[in-house]
């Protein structure tokens, strides 16, 4: 049974940093892919960024790239972003989910996976 949890999440000044880890378990192999996604007030869904099981394979979304680091550390069976130079814009409730390694590629991470754990909110004051 496949189970993510992230958390992190806080109030932050412009500017700032934060770190989101997402404890996943149920998963036996590197076969998947860790994705996260943020929904911001009154938005859809957006994909921030994603990694392969293996960590080949790594996305950001444009306005992260420089900002946002996506990283592993399987003893821990975590997966953090790592949040840099926030900005008020990145204000959303942030979320992370798995599937199987084609959710992820170097262009795009895939809103369609299968599994999600709760969101944690992330606030960036200006």
């Known amino acids: 049974d496949v189970q993510l949890q992230a958390s992190g999440g806080g109030l932050v000044q412009a500017g700032g940093s934060l770190r989101l880890p997402c404890v996943v378990s149920g998963f036996t192999s590197n076969d998947y892919a860790i994705g996260w996604f943020r929904q911001a007030p009154g938005k859809g869904y957006e994909g921030v960024s994603c990694?392969?099981?293996?960590?080949?394979?790594?996305y950001y979304e444009d306005s992260v790239k420089g900002r946002f680091s996506i990283s592993s550390d399987k003893a821990k069976n975590t997966f953090y972003l790592q949040m840099n130079n926030l900005k008020p814009e990145d204000t959303a409730v942030y979320y992370c989910a798995a599937d199987t390694p084609d959710y992820c590629s170097d262009y795009a991470v895939h809103l369609g996976m299968d599994y999600w754990g709760k969101g944690t909110q992330v606030t960036v004051s200006s």
């Open positions: 990694i392969s099981g293996d960590d080949s394979t790594t």
